[in-house]
């Protein structure tokens, strides 16, 4: 049904997810992109800044800083419910927006309180709670990103969004520094918590929801037409054409469609890249700091390590936008991981050296984040709308899998007696898997041009989901 003007004339039935995709870059996309890379980068800020403080909280708490390693895990398995369970509600029942706010409120509270814990178990249970929240709130941002972000400009907003996570761990790195020694821990968190609170009431206001949600899974034509009228004003729109896949997708649950048809290989092995790609990045930013003073540098160089390890993966994924754009993405991917493996195994050899070890950090971030984001966009061009969040959110929950695992092995390694060096050195192992699970994503999608192949290309002729794009 159509609306009239004032004039008499039907106003036209409009589809809001093909205009936007094919429209410009405007003042509203830039407003909703960088509310959400605020929030990326606050999820980074809250990891680096425990990873920042590790010391002295198993100092205040008499624990080894061994234990350590469990309390990442502990925040990281919480993300892996929040990710694959969280993420679902947001895509069937409450709306992309709605799981994005109330996951950051519950991450940024959780945060607030983590001083309060007077024991392992207590700081234990509160960092689930945070790592849910935060594990949740990932899905919807970035599907949020890709709704109403024009296509031609996928691949360049898409990096620029991952590098506010180093970003974020750059300034939890610089605010740790000029916090922690005057203030002491507890002020660091208290900020963080203040601050990611703030900037999820703030996203509240200007955020908006979904309109595939709204229209096609809530039937919220009214909301559904206000939000597309706010966000195309230039435009006269009576009615919103639905979404007929849909239909489709409808037939199953989101989570079987990431494994319909030529979708499950691609699943496997993005999932296994996921895996291996946390498992790297989280070891990095949670445990250089720790390691570097372990090894006799003073608390200000393992901070000024994580700070480079923010500014070298912020830079490194924003210039992966520019380059992705431009050249083949895989092979540059090639080119991140190798930058990564020789940072990682130069680093031991030079821990002790307070300009150059940081130095080498800036590397090994800018490599592995610019190639993390790689994978990113891959998956963004390859699942239909209909169930990228629950893609986004079981790839990011899988993920932390390895995430959870790495910081545990970690300190387990630690325990155990190994140096620095030795832990360092094994770090390359995951990437060399990764570069040749990348290979076998490349090989099936067959992509040799500057954009991967989309879902009609893993798809069998036939299959209801080959127009998903």
């Not at 907003?157 to 970003?167: G, K, N, Q, W």
């Not at 239909?384 to 390694?413: E, K, N």
Request: aromatic share 10%; glycine share 12%; hydrophobic share 55%.
């Amino acid at each position: 049904m159509s609306i009239s003007s004032e004039g008499g004339a039907a106003l036209p039935a409009v589809d809001f997810a093909r205009t936007v995709r094919e429209g410009p870059f405007g003042r509203r996309q830039g407003i909703i992109i960088f509310m959400l890379g605020l929030l990326v980068l606050l999820d980074g800020m809250d990891t680096q800044m425990l990873g920042v403080i590790a010391h002295d909280i198993t100092r205040d708490l008499g624990l080894p800083i061994s234990s350590f390693g469990v309390v990442f895990a502990s925040g990281l398995a919480g993300a892996i419910i929040g990710a694959m369970v969280m993420s679902l509600m947001g895509d069937r029942w409450l709306g992309r927006k709605t799981i994005t706010i109330l996951s950051m409120a519950l991450a940024s509270l959780s945060t607030i309180v983590t001083p309060l814990a007077t024991n392992l178990n207590e700081l234990l249970l509160i960092r689930i709670i945070a790592g849910i929240g935060l594990g949740a709130a990932m899905p919807g941002v970035f599907s949020l990103l890709m709704e109403f972000s024009p296509t031609r400009y996928t691949r360049p907003i898409t990096s620029c969004l991952v590098a506010f996570m180093p970003l974020g761990s750059f300034l939890g790195g610089m605010i740790g520094q000029a916090v922690v020694p005057d203030f002491g821990w507890r002020m660091l968190l208290y900020v963080g918590g203040g601050l990611t609170l703030a900037v999820t009431l703030v996203a509240m206001v200007l955020l908006p929801e979904s309109v595939y949600f709204l229209l096609n899974i809530k039937k919220d034509t009214a909301r559904a037409l206000s939000v597309a009228r706010r966000f195309l004003p230039h435009m006269a729109i009576g009615s919103l054409v639905p979404d007929e896949r849909h239909v489709a997708a409808r037939q199953n649950q989101p989570v079987a469609k990431l494994f319909a048809g030529g979708f499950w290989k691609f699943t496997l092995l993005i999932w296994l890249a996921y895996i291996l790609n946390q498992g790297i990045v989280y070891f990095v930013l949670s445990w250089t700091p720790a390691l570097l003073e372990s090894s006799g540098a003073a608390q200000s160089s393992g901070m000024h390590a994580a700070s480079m390890f923010g500014l070298g993966g912020a830079l490194g994924t924003a210039l992966q936008g520019w380059m992705a754009a431009r050249f083949n993405i895989y092979r540059l991917m090639f080119i991140e991981m190798a930058v990564y493996v020789i940072g990682i195994l130069i680093l031991p050899s030079i821990l002790a050296d307070e300009l150059f070890a940081p130095v080498a950090v800036f590397f090994i971030s800018a490599g592995i984040c610019a190639y993390h984001a790689g994978f990113i966009i891959i998956l963004s061009e390859t699942y239909p709308d209909d169930f990228r969040t629950t893609g986004f959110g079981w790839a990011l929950g899988i993920g932390r899998f390895g995430a959870t695992l790495a910081p545990v092995l970690a300190g387990t390694m630690v325990g155990l007696g190994w140096g620095a060096q030795h832990i360092f050195s094994a770090a390359a192992i995951p990437g060399v898997a990764s570069a040749l699970t990348l290979f076998g994503i490349a090989i099936l999608l067959g992509a040799k041009g500057r954009r991967t192949r989309t879902a009609a290309a893993v798809m069998p002729a036939g299959d209801p989901l080959t127009s998903t794009r």
